[in-house]
């Protein structure tokens, strides 16, 4: 929490620093959200209606002003993704217990029973045998052989001889040409092959969700069960900083930030997730983003142009002399962290709970080593003359 570079930590910016270096501010934002910017590209979606946003969020950000005699401050920006290196959990799918058996179970403790129960649910029957995981309808254990027949281990080559034996067959007996390997499982009970519930093999978690300054120094962790809803992100948050209240960032970069966004001003308007951290799209996802969602262009905006978030924009003067408005931190940290991390997926997927989370931690430590001492070589440590910057009132 106390760690600070210059590419992660920059002086506190106002709106009038941008208009003095040059810098002409776009007004047509200014306001009261009355209709989506134009021009909007035509999508599918609708454009998102002002009675469809948060009155908390119906007045747009206004300009930053320095007040007289304040000084001037800093502000940090931490960047947040989910990198799909899950490990194995309970088969129910509710459940986030840790399994037994690592080696071929399929239950945490409060779920052991379940052994002796028909794996398709909810159909509720005993096995019809000692290590059986169907009860006795036929129907059930068909089901399963298919399931097995389906999704056990096979390579790629093994998935050629099948397609090559299926088609000498067809020749064989003048049936249509071409593969017959069924991609999908076939309906049970009346409910479709992949809405069929059940506990034939263990589950696994959804995710792995890091946090870390713009400079790549990783704050904290945490592990999403069973998708990267904004409850179960907005709870990692919390925990991060739970005992941290005082450095929380400025910005956080979030590729689903809007609609983070929208789940904390709905379940808690007065959350300092709202009114300390300004939440923002990182630059590569904003470009996928709705055009017509109000909320996205004003509030999570990675570089406004109208000046309410001066602290994102920098300027700089090419070869030619010419102004130009760029972004002033690396909203991009977060993958770049993942994409390390995936040199070390194969073996995470196969531990247990403790040894992954362990794993992790020390991976976060080594790559905070990484970077640590990139700041060193590159002399990029924040300097005494640049807290006196910041604790200046001129």
């Known amino acids: 929490m106390d760690h600070g570079c210059?590419?992660?930590t920059h002086l506190k910016r106002y709106a009038s620093d941008l208009i003095s270096e040059g810098i002409v501010l776009d007004s047509n934002q200014a306001g009261v959200i009355d209709a989506p910017p134009d021009p909007v590209p035509q999508s599918e979606n609708p454009p998102t209606l002002l009675s469809e946003i948060p009155p908390e969020l119906r007045a747009l950000p206004e300009q930053q002003v320095r007040q007289p005699g304040t000084a001037r401050g800093y502000t940090r920006l931490a960047t947040m993704d989910g990198k799909n290196i899950p490990h194995r959990k309970c088969a129910v799918s509710t459940c986030t217990g840790p399994l037994v058996n690592y080696k071929n179970g399929r239950f945490c403790k409060d779920h052991l029973r379940m052994h002796d129960i028909c794996s398709i649910?909810?159909?509720?029957?005993p096995v019809h045998s000692d290590g059986a995981v169907t009860c006795t309808l036929e129907s059930h254990k068909e089901w399963h052989q298919k399931y097995l027949n389906r999704f056990s281990r096979l390579s790629f080559p093994g998935v050629q001889r099948v397609i090559r034996r299926q088609t000498q067959q067809q020749d064989e007996t003048g049936s249509p040409s071409g593969p017959t390997l069924q991609p999908e499982l076939p309906a049970l009970d009346g409910v479709a092959g992949k809405d069929v519930i059940h506990t034939f093999r263990a589950g696994s978690t959804y995710c792995l969700q890091t946090v870390q300054w713009s400079c790549g120094c990783p704050i904290g962790w945490g592990k999403c069960y069973r998708s990267e809803s904004s409850p179960q992100v907005l709870g990692i948050l919390n925990r991060i900083w739970e005992d941290f209240p005082e450095s929380r960032p400025s910005f956080l970069a979030y590729d689903d930030a809007c609609n983070l966004l929208r789940h904390i001003v709905t379940q808690d308007p007065n959350s300092p997730w709202f009114h300390v951290t300004k939440l923002i799209v990182d630059a590569w996802h904003y470009i996928g983003h709705q055009a017509s969602d109000i909320l996205c262009r004003i509030w999570c905006n990675p570089a406004p142009a109208n000046g309410s978030q001066p602290d994102l924009i920098i300027v700089q003067v090419d070869e030619n002399g010419r102004t130009h408005k760029t972004r002033?931190?690396?909203?991009?940290?977060?993958e770049q962290l993942n994409s390390w991390l995936t040199g070390y997926e194969a073996q995470l997927r196969?531990?247990?709970?403790i040894n992954y989370d362990f794993v992790v931690h020390v991976l976060m430590l080594l790559y905070k080593e990484l970077v640590e001492k990139r700041m060193a070589k590159?002399?990029?440590?924040?300097?005494?003359?640049?807290?006196?910057?910041?604790?200046?009132?001129?």
């Open 378 to 394: 590159k002399n990029e440590a924040l300097s005494a003359e640049f807290w006196e910057q910041v604790e200046s009132t001129d």
């Open 121 to 125: 649910i909810p159909c509720g029957r």
């Open 328 to 334: 002033a931190f690396n909203t991009e940290t977060a």
């Open 6 to 8: 210059t590419r992660c």
């Open 350 to 353: 196969q531990m247990t709970d």
